[in-house]
C-alpha cells in the first residue's frame, strides 16, 4: 500500500533568507543571442546584441553596490554564443563571485569546458526539455529520450571535475507528467547530478481576463512578446508539480520556499534537498538543515549560499552532524545507519547531496495583481537598476513594467 503524503504548509518550511539587497544569486546578460528557440522565452533572439566587457563591467558594479551575491548567474540568451564567455567567467571569479553558466549546451565542448574550468567557471544549468526546437538527432524528442542528452553533458562536466552541474527544464500541461520520470533520473546519477529545477511554463493567452496598460496607456496583449494565439494552460503551480512528484515518491518533502509578492503562502520557489546513493534515497533534510547551512554561510562569507561545489554535495553522511536539530536529518541518518547493519560495505559508498526546485513565475490574481517571487534571486541590471529579468522586456518596449486590469466585456 502506498504512503498518503503530508500536506505542506509554510509554516512547516524555512523561508530562504534572501531578498533584494542580500540575495544568493544574480542574473547577468551579456547577450540575447540564442541558437534555440524555446517555447515560452521571454527574451527575443538579437543575433548582435553582444555586450561590451566596458558595460558588463558596469552591470556588476551595480550588482556588488546594491546587491550581496554568491554566485552570477550568467544567462542569455545562450552565453556560450558570447565571444567572450573566457574572459567574462574570469572577470567574475576575479570579483570573488561564483560564476554559473546558464546554457543550452549547444556550443559546450571538453576544449571549452576546460578554457571555462580553468578561467574559473563554478557550474552550469543546463535547460533541456522537448520544447526547444533541437535540431539534428534530438530533433522532436520526448522528455524521456532527452535524458540520453542530458546524461551526455553530465558525463562531460563529471570528466573535466570541480564543476557544479545542474539541469532545468520549462514543464507544460502535457510534459508536467514526466516530472517523476526525470526526478527519478536525477536520482539514478546523484554523484553527479547536483541540482534538478522546474519551471512552470508562463505566457500571455487569449484566455486571460485582463486589460493590459503600460501607465494610462493601454496596449493589445497581442503586442506583448511572451504571448500565445491560441489558449494554453499558464497557471500551473509548484504545488501541482509537487502533488504529481508526490503520487511516485510520497515521501519527498520539500525543505523551504520563497513566497509571492502578493501571497505570504504560495510556494514561488519550492526547495527539496535530499540525500542518497545511486541505487536509494536515505532521506529528505529539513528546514532546519536549509537554516542552519544558510545562517553558517552568510556568518562565514557576508552572503547567502547559493550553488554548492559537487566536493560538497558529496558529503551525505555529514548530515550525521545536523541530526541533534533537524528531526527530518536524524530519520535519514536513522535509514542510512540501518542500511549500513544490513550491509557493512556500504560505509564505503558515497553519499551524496541533491537539491530539486520547483518554479513558480508570475501569477494573475482575478482584480489584476501579478504576484512575483518575492525577493528574486533572477534580478539582472537594466539602466542601471535592478529588475525583474522575466519582465525585462516591458521595461525595454514600454519604460515600465505592464499593469493589469479585469476587463469587463471579457467572457471569463
Not at 526546437?133 to 524521456?144: A, H, N, T, V
Not at 500571455?204 to 491560441?230: C, L, N, T
Request: net charge neutral; glycine share 6%.
Amino acid at each position: 500500500m502506498s504512503m498518503v503524503a503530508t500536506p505542506i504548509s509554510n509554516r512547516s518550511l524555512y523561508r530562504l533568507p534572501w531578498s533584494l539587497p542580500d540575495n544568493g544569486i544574480s542574473w547577468l546578460e551579456p547577450t540575447a543571442a540564442c541558437n534555440l528557440a524555446c517555447d515560452g522565452c521571454y527574451r527575443p533572439n538579437e543575433r548582435e546584441s553582444h555586450k561590451s566587457m566596458e558595460e558588463i563591467g558596469r552591470e556588476l558594479d551595480v550588482f556588488q553596490r546594491l546587491r550581496k551575491s554568491d554566485c552570477i548567474s550568467i544567462a542569455g540568451g545562450d552565453p556560450l554564443m558570447y565571444p567572450d564567455i573566457v574572459p567574462l567567467v574570469r572577470e567574475i571569479r576575479r570579483r570573488g563571485l561564483k560564476p554559473i553558466v546558464n546554457t543550452n549546451g549547444r556550443n559546450l565542448t571538453p576544449e571549452l569546458l576546460h578554457e571555462l574550468k580553468v578561467a574559473g567557471v563554478f557550474g552550469f544549468t543546463l535547460h533541456v526539455d522537448s520544447r526547444q526546437g533541437r535540431p539534428g538527432e534530438w530533433k522532436d524528442k520526448g522528455e524521456l529520450e532527452l535524458n540520453a542528452l542530458r546524461l551526455q553533458y553530465a558525463e562531460m562536466i563529471a570528466a573535466e571535475g570541480g564543476i557544479a552541474c545542474s539541469f532545468n527544464a520549462t514543464v507544460y500541461e502535457d510534459t508536467l507528467q514526466y516530472v517523476p520520470d526525470l526526478v527519478a533520473w536525477a536520482h539514478e546519477h546523484i554523484d553527479i547530478v547536483n541540482t534538478m529545477v522546474f519551471i512552470a511554463f508562463r505566457h500571455i493567452v487569449p484566455q486571460m481576463p485582463f486589460d493590459w496598460y503600460a501607465g494610462a496607456k493601454q496596449v493589445e496583449w497581442q503586442q506583448i512578446g511572451y504571448h500565445s494565439e491560441a489558449e494554453r494552460k499558464v497557471d500551473i503551480r509548484s504545488t501541482d508539480v509537487l502533488d504529481v512528484v508526490r503520487k511516485r515518491f510520497p515521501e519527498f518533502t520539500p525543505a523551504a520556499f520563497l513566497n509571492g509578492t502578493e501571497q505570504a503562502d504560495s510556494y514561488k520557489w519550492l526547495l527539496t534537498v535530499r540525500v542518497g546513493s545511486k541505487d536509494r534515497i536515505y532521506g529528505y533534510l529539513g528546514p532546519k538543515f536549509v537554516e542552519t547551512t544558510m545562517a553558517f554561510y552568510h556568518l562565514a562569507k557576508d552572503r547567502y549560499l547559493s550553488y554548492v561545489s559537487p566536493s560538497m554535495s558529496r558529503l551525505g553522511k555529514s548530515i550525521a552532524l545536523f541530526a541533534p536539530i533537524d528531526r527530518a536529518c536524524r530519520k535519514a541518518l536513522g535509514s542510512y545507519l540501518k542500511a549500513v547493519a544490513l550491509n557493512p560495505l556500504r560505509l564505503f559508498e558515497r553519499v551524496s547531496i541533491q537539491s530539486v526546485m520547483f518554479i513558480q513565475p508570475v501569477d494573475f490574481h482575478p482584480d489584476g495583481r501579478q504576484s512575483m517571487c518575492d525577493s528574486c534571486p533572477d534580478i539582472t541590471v537594466h539602466d542601471g537598476e535592478l529588475v525583474w529579468s522575466c519582465r525585462m522586456e516591458e521595461l525595454k518596449a514600454y519604460g515600465t513594467f505592464l499593469r493589469t486590469v479585469p476587463a469587463k466585456d471579457h467572457p471569463n
